[in-house]
Structures are given as structure tokens and as C-alpha cells.
């Protein structure tokens, strides 16, 4: 992994990280179309094209946020990423790194359960997405964002300036 003095993420990665985190609020937010989806399916085993369409929107977004973490990731390993601000204590710095792989990796295998459920049929990686997945999601973009505000107003550390305006 390439490693960089930067005290900012690039462009590219921060244009990344916000358009993902839209898209996630998005789907997160906003299912409605493919549990109506869903719902009609598992009834009646049919679906109208308003629900199909909603359903497809939902699926687009997250094939996108797949996208997005793939090549946020490989920017991340050609670019590298700005080292821990030195006043974020040991214990934290740590905690950071678990929930940031954590949230990779819950971006990539979200995209991935939804689509073996919508695409390919498993009622499991549905049931899985849906309920256990979704859930943790929401735990970490929560822990996310308190480190974030934690760094931004305790620490007093420019962790959002680099991610926002570089």
C-alpha cells in the first residue's frame, strides 16, 4: 500500500466518499421500493412497474456503491491515506481502524447480498441484508460520524476538513 504524507485525502477520494455516502443514505433511508417490491412478490409472485421500477433504483444504487468502494479502495491503496492525527488517543486509533474496514467491508458485501436476493433469488442473503447487515450498517455509519464530530469538537483535529474540503 502506497503511503502519503498528505494531510488531506485526495479529490478523487473525497469525491468518492461523499458520493457513496449519499447513495448509502439513500438506500438506507429509502427502501421502500423494493420491500413493496418484495412484498408483492412473496403475495402474489408478480410485481406492478412502479414497483419494479422503485425496486430497480434501489438495486442501481447499490451496484453503484460498489462501484464507488472498489475504486475507492484502489485509490486508497495507489494514493495511500493521511496518518491519524497524533491527538487521537491509542485505544481510539484503533477502534477507528476496525470500524473503517468494517464499513468496507459492510459496503461491499451489502451490494453483493442484495443483488444474490433481487437478481439471483436467495431469500437468505435477503433476509440477511435486510435485517442483520442493515442493522449493523447503522451502528458503524453512526460510530463514523461520532468520530468524526469527536475529532472535530474534543480532539479540535482537521479529520473533516480533510475529507470535506481537503
Known sequence: MAT?????FSLPQRILHWL?????????????????W??????????????VTSANIHAYAGIAILVLVAVRLMLRHVQGVPAAPAAEPA????VAKISEWTLYLLLLVMPLTGAAAYYLGYEVAGDLHADVLKAVLWAVVGLHVL????????WKTNVLRRMTVG
Do not use: C, W
Request: proline fraction near 2%; avoid cysteine; charged fraction near 10%.
Open 147 to 154: 468520530g468524526a464530530l469527536a475529532h472535530q469538537f474534543y
Open 91 to 94: 485505544i481510539f486509533r484503533s
Open 4 to 8: 502519503t504524507a498528505s494531510l488531506s
Open 20 to 36: 457513496t455516502a449519499g447513495l448509502v443514505f439513500f438506500n438506507l433511508l429509502l427502501p421502500d421500493g423494493m420491500n413493496a
Open 38 to 51: 418484495n412484498r408483492s412478490m412473496k403475495q402474489t409472485g408478480a410485481a406492478s412497474a412502479e414497483q
